[in-house]
């Protein structure tokens, strides 16, 4: 009923977002500041990781263009299919401006184009969950204006917790936020982050990596137990960088926690922490995303 497009924060594979008819607009990478790659187009996950693990350096990114995301609509637009494009948290980086530039040129061309973009204040899991529950609703047939307005309220529910090894690319590339009062010279502390609202903010620091790791768990119990949530109105998703057994232990440990299982538990749902979010917090992230499964939501819009 309606194309759904994604940046290439959302963690998924190229295979897996061409399996469930969603397209990913990449963003461009680079490790000498003259070349740019393509996101997972002209640079594979596997190959950026074991780049900067082999080299210890730090790559840079830049945003889709305007033009990227005008010729990833205009095919949709000319034959009336309405699009809903979702992309990384407008606080760290300008992928939402050039799909909305983009949006509002085609529309002045064809103006009953129906082109929706949304910022989705998340990055990595749970930017892939908002994506995931607009896969659901096309399969179920949500009428577009319906499903839009369910997913734009989502943004704000939506969160990813994850742990890093430590602080040194998000220092580097500039996007340590509210975390720089924890820069004091050493940065061999691993904290536990979550993405709220668009905003980078601190659950906990640890000395351990096993610590950091158990920081994310009690961080994602805590928030369904302490708000009173039920963790069945929810989906989740782990997600890793390189650390699989790690990332596969802390699924077990939330599943059977919380009694529910993971979007990957129950289908297939191929990911892996994205380029784009390796750049800033390094080789060695894992976390959890978690967002409202929209039947719980479609009363309210």
Known sequence: MFKIISDTACDYTLDYANSVDVTLVPFY???????????????????????????????????????????????????????????????????????RIAAEQLKEKYPDAKIEVINSQLNSAAQGLLVYEAIRMNRDNIDFDTAVKILRKMTSIGTVIFTIENLDYLKK??????LATLITGVLSIRPTIFLKNGEINLAGVSRTRKKSINSVFENVKKHFVNNHIDPQTYDFSTGSANLYEERDELRKN?????????????????????????????????????????????NEV
Do not use: W
């Open 29 to 99: 990478v680079t490790f000498d500041e003259k070349t740019y790659y393509k996101d997972l187009y002209e640079l594979s996950v596997e190959d950026f990781y074991q780049k900067i693990i082999n080299n210890k350096i730090y790559p840079k990114t830049s945003l889709p263009s305007v033009q990227d995301y005008t010729d990833t609509f205009l095919p949709y637009v000319e034959k009336n299919i309405p699009v809903v494009a979702m992309t990384i948290s407008t606080v760290l980086s300008g992928s939402y401006n050039s799909a």
């Open 173 to 178: 590339g500039g996007r340590i936020g509210k």
């Open 254 to 298: 939330i599943e059977e926690a919380l009694n529910i299982k993971c979007v990957e538990s129950r289908e297939r749902f191929d990911g892996r922490v994205s380029i784009i979010t390796g750049c800033h917090t390094g080789a060695y992230t894992t976390g959890i995303g978690f967002m409202p499964k929209y039947e719980t939501l479609i």
